[in-house]
């Protein structure tokens, strides 16, 4: 995203400057840098004694989420099975985006550039034989 950062709003590439990149702004940078905090909040309520409005609360977001979800499987025709896990991904994979998502603002702050982290080739791969592995005519 910091890479076409200069597209953003740009009237040459209508569809990356209006879609695209906001989309990404919003959804992968600006919603899970906040999600620690509303994870927070809602234990602080659960501790305040706050349980069925919390409760209540939350489990109107899972299942907006849910729904979200089930449209977008539906849209692309593919089976709705995955969704089974969301709780969980949404509980892990939430924060490991949030993690990768502060560790690219950080980056794009300092000014460094991030790339694929290629690896250094270095010639000296040795194969050894398995004999478990080896067909036999």
């Not at 910091?2 to 597209?7: E, F, G, I």
């Not at 909040?41 to 979800?69: N, P």
């Not at 969704?83 to 939430?94: H, M």
Request: hydrophobic share 50%; net charge positive; charged share 20%.
């Amino acid at each position: 995203m910091w890479k076409h950062k200069r597209a953003f709003g740009g009237r040459k590439h209508k569809a990356l400057g209006f879609m695209a990149l906001p989309n990404m702004l919003l959804f992968q940078f600006i919603f899970p840098l906040f999600a620690p905090f509303l994870d927070l909040l809602f234990v602080l309520r659960l501790c305040t004694g706050d349980v069925k409005h919390s409760v209540l609360l939350y489990g109107c977001y899972f299942i907006v989420d849910f729904l979200v979800c089930l449209v977008a499987f539906r849209l692309e025709r593919i089976s709705s099975k995955p969704l089974v896990a969301l709780v969980i991904q949404r509980i892990v994979y939430r924060y490991l985006l949030l993690w990768v998502a502060w560790k690219a603002v950080l980056a794009a702050l300092k000014g460094t550039r991030v790339g694929w982290n290629k690896l250094k080739r270095s010639g000296n791969l040795q194969v050894t034989r398995d004999s478990s592995t080896e067909r036999t005519g």
